[in-house]
């Protein structure tokens, strides 16, 4: 904890730098040592040498003379002493400037040799800055400017390298060296350059300092303010921007605006500080009235805000300069009149080239050559000084707090200034030639800020250190102000610079500099042999007092421990003695108690090492005084001990070799009875459980206690009652494990382990959640051994319940037991169930031995003593053997290529808050992550088999993968069936039903894409024996999931007049089209079953729904089955109504047809579509529109005829079986015509047109089979054999006239045939027919019933009689 010196860049390119600035120097070095080579004498000086020199000069010449062939001539000299420098404050520019010529350098960042990134600066402009003859310049400052984004953090927008030369001209450039602004303030070379910025004041007294640039010369004082500044610097900047885009000239900007002091009655000035605007206070303000005016002198009542000005030199050796504020207005006379010279000039231009005057280039050079005119200068008079007439001032470095200022002078003297009173504090000798900074370091946060004592946090507090560099001495050496001593001293370079800016950001306020982090560097050290940049790091406490301080002692000595603790590679025994120094020499108790936590809390300290330095801490603590004890550190001490203690007994009884033996074996006999009873389900849940997973080392539960885990843990109160602070579950975890597994393995004596932690002031309960949380963790390794693991945890159980605070002795058998009913409570939270259930028996057993032994110390009776307590535990066995049915069902895998998803885990807990749907909807997730089809699923219920004898005798002849699936199918069954058995009311056929159907409608409601699971759920919907539970299900599935995007599809095909494309479907519905037909299907379905449901309400009573008598306690949201029989009943007609139109949508997809659906009906009927379906609305009724009925009647032929043309596509084939199928079979299912026959009736469209269509169609299709069959429900046959001759015409048509294979028969036969038959046969068109190629014997038959059908009256029956002949010739020419 002391001060140090941190490299934070580095300078490249230094040696090119120096050639640069060097350059005619070195050229006139080179001319004078040739010179003198030509003119020296021959003689030898070797004697005389070595008669000087002594041996270390030797050494000296003979290392430089080894640089001098190493590098340059001129490197080593103090050659950037002779340099003008300048750093910015935020370290990211650095202005180097000789005479005539500059440098600047750039910080850039580059990939070191160690792979970090490094800041270096390089060089990236230098050139010349005069233009003056003769000038050079004289000093320079380089001032970074804000950023007025507002995304700003802090950064500088940009730097402004201000340059002051020996002509008086003070000019302003930026990075890339463009000139940006020059005005000529005063005829003297300038001095000096210095920044002020704005500083947040720390005290709500201080006042506000404003932005200034002050310029000295030497007998004047420019101050510039730095707002004006700043806005004219940004200005000139945009405007060579524009310029140089624009390609055009700068336009020249006016001049600024400043304040010209002359600053008389001392003899010469060297350097000064602009210390800011001052107020005095009432007493300096009338002294000083006294002073100056005398006795009758009259005193203003406010006193007045000055400018304070200190100056260094001589005559007097430092003055004082006061400026009343407002006494001189800001010098703009010479603005003016810049302006007129060039409203003059220029109107003199353009009339001289308008009359033809001319000048010359001579006369307008020497115009241009005439330096502006100068303002004369404010006379300002010294107020007081330090007289010495000896002492000759250099320099002056002013304080951030603008309170105390260093002077060094041509006596080798620093001189510390108190500002406010004008005197001298202290002085340093020996300092010749020195450079001065100065560091101001905040407080850490700590202590001090969050004080209890104050309401308010305390501000943090600053210190004020001064940086020497004496060059002389190499030395840079740091003092703590005002009278404290040196704390830190650096042996550096003697041709190092100092560069302390004592600025920050221009163009910041009291608004912008809120949230920033001005990111600055105070003081850094320039070393140009190296080119390092580094700054210095000092720490607050070192400002408290003196070198014997014992906090910053103590504070070092701490991060020696801290350091000491952090390696990693460390002699235990070494480790043990450091910190044991360490510790016993910290005197401030907080820092003690401090490194003795950051001690405890090392996990690489081993626990003797612990145990031991802790011993010694309070054997130390116990010898001192009790009142100079603290007994936070002493009480801490001592259960630290403890506890250490403590672990080390518990480690020592892990490894102990002999184990007790179990002496309660007589009442473990129920216990495995009870074991052999669950042991198939046991070890079905155990082959399920263990899967492989994936797991950290460190989570491990193998993984050993830290002494350092078990100390943050628990907790030593001052009563000597050890707590157990429970952070997370794992650590809770880990410490159970640590404490009892080893009991619970039988390697570990439980009865020593049980009193080891009663003695150490463990509360019997919180060793109860201990045990009861390792033995649900490791349910696994339980379940490996499960006799002897319950063995051991029967006797755990007996000997904590035996503890004292355990039982209550007045405990009432027939009340419930607190400790009894705290395992009850953490059996009925867990997931784990087998543990879960094993933990319960032993529990139950032991509660039933400790009743059964009180009962016999009071009654002494043989009756067997019947508690609450035990029936409670019955009631918690049953359900956690009911739960560890279900979570074996629940940890069946999903089968490939299925949804999956994460294992439901259950509890006790879990299924009561389900409430009584809980189970059924647990299983429900379990089928759909099985993908189990709905009709196995009902198979499965009704205890069916799945397959009979005969596919037994194929089973064995497949694979062996096939016979282990089916084997793992069967066990599933069983599973399955067992927890049906366990759950006979939770689980009834329709209430499973019921949550399978609205498990899938709510996936499919995620995916709708997949149709399945809505198809699914409908199918699960019809497996539902009452239709009370039916008609619920059916209205909340139609209301919350399909109404909408069954609207949605309807105004969308309204909107498009046909079946609309995958794109327009997936935008408006957000399903593609052949989801979208699928789900109008099952939108068919689902309607039709709201019907059916709907008539057969009145037949069937309401279910009365019931629940397991250990599962009455449920509490929870109601089960689907309850909701559904709440809801209310539905209007038939509004339901049959959506069927009608869901049945045109699903027609028109299925077969493209083009129709407007919503069209089909009137507007009574539009207006009840989409309205819920238990209100009551004005249905269309009576006669309907015969338009409507004939569009009605036109959707449904061109749906027949897509059906006819559908079942003879060999492309559109039907799924196969083994497929799971959609809600219907396609386009060719058999069901379409007389669907269509129903709709017809139903959308008042005569029947029998349809039939005869659908008969028409058949044969135009060739498929006169299935036409033959229709002709049988055709009533009017008399028209339908109208329209049949015309196809039989067509069908002779194309066989005799069209045919390309034309025989002799047939001709000859055409030949034969009347002419109105002939002329009839040539006016038929056979390309209407799909499919004309028809055998013969199909034509006759068709011939024979058209004979039949039509009467003897008919105008055509003459024609079909022809007919009939013709085919029959034609058919006997065939044969023969």
């Not at 002077?407 to 001065?436: C, E, H, N, P, S």
């Not at 155990?686 to 899967?691: E, G, I, N, P, V």
């Not at 409908?1018 to 999931?1041: A, C, R, Y």
């Not at 029947?1247 to 049988?1272: K, S, T």
Request: proline share 5%; hydrophobic share 40%; glycine share 6%.
């Amino acid at each position: 904890m002391s001060c140090s010196l941190f490299e934070f860049c580095r300078l490249q390119e230094l040696k090119t730098v120096r050639d640069f600035l060097f350059q005619n120097q070195s050229k006139e070095l080179v001319e004078e040592k040739t010179q003198t080579a030509e003119n020296e004498l021959s003689w030898d000086t070797s004697d005389w040498d070595s008669g000087w020199d002594n041996e270390e000069n030797k050494e000296e010449d003979s290392a430089s003379s080894t640089k001098a062939e190493e590098e340059p001539s001129g490197q080593n000299q103090p050659w950037l002493q002779d340099c003008v420098v300048s750093l910015s404050p935020c370290a990211d520019l650095l202005v180097v400037a000789r005479e005539q010529k500059a440098a600047f350098l750039s910080a850039k960042w580059r990939t070191g040799d160690s792979g970090r990134e490094e800041m270096t600066l390089a060089v990236t402009w230098s050139g010349h800055l005069s233009t003056e003859e003769g000038e050079s310049v004289s000093s320079v400052i380089a001032i970074p400017l804000a950023s007025q984004k507002r995304s700003s953090t802090g950064r500088p927008d940009w730097t402004c390298i201000v340059v002051g030369f020996t002509s008086g001209y003070v000019r302003f450039y930026t990075e890339s060296g463009v000139l940006l602004l020059a005005q000529l303030l005063h005829v003297d070379p300038v001095l000096r350059l210095k920044c002020r910025t704005y500083e947040i004041p720390r005290h709500p007294g201080v006042t506000e300092q404003h932005e200034e640039l002050s310029i000295l010369y030497p007998v004047a004082l420019v101050t510039i303010d730095g707002f004006s500044l700043f806005q004219s610097l940004r200005a000139c900047r945009n405007q060579v921007a524009r310029a140089a885009a624009a390609g055009s000239d700068v336009v020249p900007p006016p001049p600024l605006a400043y304040k010209k002091w002359g600053l008389q009655e001392m003899d010469t000035i060297v350097d000064h500080s602009s210390v800011g605007v001052m107020t005095l206070c009432v007493f300096d303000q009338m002294k000083n009235a006294s002073i100056l005016g005398g006795f009758n002198a009259s005193v203003k009542g406010s006193p007045p805000a000055m400018s304070q000005f200190v100056t260094v030199g001589t005559g007097p050796y430092a003055g004082f300069y006061y400026a009343v504020e407002g006494n001189s207005q800001p010098l703009l006379s010479h603005v003016a009149l810049a302006v007129a010279s060039k409203l003059t000039s220029a109107l003199f231009n353009a009339a001289s080239g308008w009359l033809g005057w001319n000048k010359s280039k001579n006369e307008e050079e020497a115009a241009q050559k005439q330096k502006p005119k100068v303002e004369p200068a404010t006379p300002l008079g010294i107020r007081f000084g330090l007289p010495d007439s000896r002492r000759h001032g250099e320099s002056i470095c002013l304080s951030p707090c603008n309170t105390l200022a260093g002077v060094t002078d041509d006596f080798g003297r620093v001189t510390l200034l108190d500002l406010a009173r004008g005197v001298a504090i202290r002085m340093w000798k020996g300092y010749r030639d020195a450079q001065l900074g100065w560091l101001q370091v905040q407080e850490e946060r700590g202590d001090r800020e969050f004080s209890p004592s104050a309401s308010l946090p305390l501000p943090r507090r600053h210190a004020l250190f001064l940086i020497i560099y004496a060059p002389r001495r190499g030395i840079l050496e740091v003092w703590a102000m005002q009278r404290g001593p040196r704390v830190g001293a650096f042996t550096v370079g003697k041709h190092c610079r100092l560069l302390y800016a004592g600025y920050h950001l221009m163009g910041v306020n009291s608004v912008t500099s809120q949230g920033w982090q001005l990111h600055t560097q105070q003081v850094c050290l320039l070393d140009p042999t190296t080119g390092a940049l580094r700054t210095i790091n000092i720490p607050f406490h070192l400002a408290l007092s003196d070198k014997k301080n014992e906090r910053a002692r103590d504070m070092h000595l701490l991060k020696r421990l801290s350091a000491l603790l952090k390696s990693r590679d460390m002699d235990p025994d070494f480790l043990e003695r450091e910190a044991k120094s360490v510790l016993l020499e910290i005197k401030h108790p907080a820092i003690k108690k401090q490194a003795l936590e950051s001690l405890l809390s090392n996990r690489n300290a081993p626990v003797s090492c612990l145990t031991n330095v802790t011993s010694a801490l309070h054997d130390a603590l116990k010898q001192q005084d009790a009142d100079e004890v603290e007994a936070s550190l002493l009480q801490l001490c001592s259960s630290q001990l403890k506890l250490l203690q403590l672990y080390s007994d518990i480690q020592q009884l892990q490894s102990a070799a002999d184990t007790e033996a179990c002496s309660a074996n007589d009442s473990l006999e129920g216990i495995e009875e009870e074991l052999s009873r669950v042991g198939p389900t046991l070890q079905r849940y155990a082959q399920l459980s263990s899967k492989p997973s994936v797991s950290f080392a460190q989570d491990s539960p193998d993984t050993p206690l830290s002494a350092q885990a078990f100390l943050t843990q628990l907790e030593c109160a001052e009563d000597g009652e050890v707590k157990v602070n429970r952070r997370s579950d794992a650590e809770w975890n880990q410490l159970g494990n640590f404490m009892f597994w080893g009991c619970l393995c039988g390697k570990s004596p439980t009865h020593k382990v049980c009193d080891t932690l009663q003695l150490a002031g463990i509360s019997p309960q919180q060793l109860l959640s201990l045990l009861m949380s390792v033995w649900l963790q490791r349910e696994k390794e339980v379940l490996q051994k499960p006799v002897e693991t319950v063995r051991n945890l029967h006797t755990l159980l007996i000997a904590l319940s035996n503890l004292d605070g355990a039982v209550e002795e007045s405990w009432d058998p027939q009340s419930v037991s607190p400790w009894w009913q705290q395992v009850r409570f953490t059996c009925i939270q867990s997931h784990n169930a087998a543990a879960a259930l094993l933990a319960a028996l032993v529990a139950h057993r032991a509660a039933k031995a400790s009743i059964t032994s009180r009962a016999d110390s009071k009654l002494q009776s043989e009756w067997e003593a019947v508690s609450l307590e035990l029936e409670q535990w019955v009631v918690c066995v049953r359900q956690l053997e009911d739960v560890l049915v279900l979570q074996a069902l629940l940890l069946v895998p999903s089968p490939q290529g299925t949804a999956g998803g994460a294992v439901v885990q259950c509890s006790i807990k879990t299924l009561q808050e389900g409430g009584r749907g809980g189970i059924a909807d647990s299983v429900s997730k379990w089928v759909f992550r099985q993908n189990m089809a709905p009709e196995r699923l009902k198979k499965m219920l009704q205890r069916k088999e799945t397959q009979d004898t005969g596919d037994q005798k194929e089973k064995k002849e497949d694979g062996e993968e096939t016979e282990k699936c089916q084997e793992e199918a069967d066990r599933t069954a069983e599973l399955l069936l067992a927890v049906c058995q366990r759950f006979p009311d939770s689980l009834s056929p329709d209430l499973l039903f019921s949550h399978c159907c609205w498990e899938y409608v709510v996936q499919w409601n995620k995916d709708p894409e997949e149709g399945r699971y809505l198809f699914f759920a409908v199918e699960h919907l019809k497996s539902i024996t009452s239709p009370h539970i039916q008609l619920g299900i059916s209205t909340m599935m139609w209301s919350t999931f399909i109404v909408k995007r069954f609207s949605a599809a309807a105004f969308l095909m309204e909107k498009v007049g046909k079946a609309p494309k995958d794109r327009l479907c997936r935008r408006d519905v957000g399903i593609g089209d052949k989801a979208m037909t699928s789900f109008l299907g099952c939108c068919v379905q689902l309607l039709q079953i709201l019907m059916e449901a709907d008539s057969a309400m009145e037949e069937i009573p309401t279910p009365e729904l019931s629940v397991e008598e250990v599962w009455s306690g449920a509490e929870g949201p109601a089960s689907i089955a309850e909701l559904a029989l709440e809801q209310r009943g539905v209007h038939y007609p509004l339901v049959q109504h959506h069927w009608l139109l869901a049945l045109l949508l699903h027609a028109a997809m299925s077969f493209s047809v083009k129709v407007k659906p919503l069209s089909l009906f009137d507007s009574k009927g539009k207006n009840a579509f989409f309205r819920d379906l238990t209100t009551i609305q004005l249905m269309p009724s009576g006669d309907m529109d015969p338009g409507l009925v004939s569009l009605r009647q036109e959707f449904l032929l061109r749906v027949l005829t897509g059906w006819v043309q559908a079942i003879d596509d060999p492309s559109c084939s039907s799924p196969a079986p083994a497929s799971t199928s959609l809600p219907s079979d396609g386009p060719k299912a058999d069901w379409w015509p007389s669907l269509c026959m129903d709709l017809g009736s139903l959308l008042q469209v005569n029947p029998d047109i349809l039939r005869r269509h659908l008969v028409c169609e058949l044969y135009n299709q060739g498929l006169d089979l299935r036409a033959e069959e229709a002709i049988l429900q055709v009533e009017d046959k008399e028209v339908l054999g109208s329209h049949l001759l015309v196809l039989t015409g067509q069908r002779l048509s194309y066989s005799l006239l069209h045919n390309q294979n034309q025989t002799q028969a047939a001709m000859e036969l055409l030949a034969r045939l009347p002419p109105t038959l002939c002329t009839w046969l040539k006016a038929m068109d056979p390309s209407e027919l799909r499919c004309p190629l028809v055998s013969l014997s199909k034509t006759t038959r068709l011939v024979s019933r058209l004979v039949e059908m039509l009467p003897e009256n008919h105008a055509q029956y003459s024609l079909a009689l022809h007919l009939l002949e013709a085919v029959d010739v034609l058919s006997l020419s065939t044969e023969d």
